[in-house]
């Protein structure tokens, strides 16, 4: 039931595609999927403040060298995340949602890939689940 | 108290309309100190940075209501200085980043905010 396992079970959903979490090397294979998962933190409590439920929030940064890479790649992260519901042991858990960013593609000016600029988009997530101890 | 009832629905339809017209107004009041108390918030976090809190300036908000519906929008505004770094500061760059909390200021806001819309409704209920 711990918020490492929930995270894990998290970014093993998204699955297809280069993932790349804690950080990015050197020398990327593009495209990739830059996963970043908080610590679930509390989102809701009980009239006697016990913790009925924990929300873990995920930013994925999808990254290409062309426009269109970048959108083949959200296709399947969203597809792999929007709707799911991970199974994690020691957590009773609602269904990955979204959250609107309002971000548009952009091109990443202080990295250059054989003279251009690789592109990028933020996408973020939530998922809201209760330990069940 | 007329015998049909019906002086007091005008009467009703009446304070209706005060309190319509009343409303748009206090609701955006409302709003407005909202939208102060989260622009404070985001340039206190961002003046806190190392690396971002030149564009501590840049964070502001503005009107842009719609018919019938107000509207603030709060964030950095990239016509001013350090403004055009806001994106990095919230969503990071093809190598993460991101440190910024963009939804941190409207969470410790809204409990306020839908307080003050409570209490709205409740003065509102009172002049009918």
Known sequence: MTGDALAAGFEALITGVTVYKDRVPDSPSFPYVFVTTNFPTVSHRSAARTVHARALRSRTQVVGLTAASVRIIAQKLADALEGKRPAVAGWVLGSIESVGNDQPLLPDNDVTINGQNPLYQPFDWILTGSPTT | ?128
Not at chain 2, 41 to 58: A, I, K, L, N, P
Not at chain 2, 86 to 94: D, E
Not at chain 2, 110 to 119: C, Q, S, Y
């Open chain 2, 1 to 128: 108290m007329s015998a049909d009832g019906s002086a007091e629905i005008r009467q009703l339809a009446l304070n209706l309309g005060r309190v319509a017209g009343a409303a748009l107004q206090d609701v955006d009041a409302v709003l407005k100190k909202g939208a102060q108390n989260i622009k404070n918030e985001m340039r206190r976090d961002v003046s806190g940075s190392r690396h971002f809190f030149g564009m501590t300036g840049s964070i502001s908000y503005d009107a842009e209501p719609l018919p019938g519906r107000p509207r603030y929008v709060i964030g950095p505004d990239k016509s001013l200085r350090g403004g055009a770094l806001g994106n990095i500061y919230y969503f990071g760059t093809s190598r993460g980043g991101g440190s910024g909390d963009i939804d941190k200021p409207l969470r410790t806001e809204e409990p306020r905010t839908m307080d003050a819309l409570g209490k709205l409704a409740g003065k509102w209920a009172g002049q009918l």
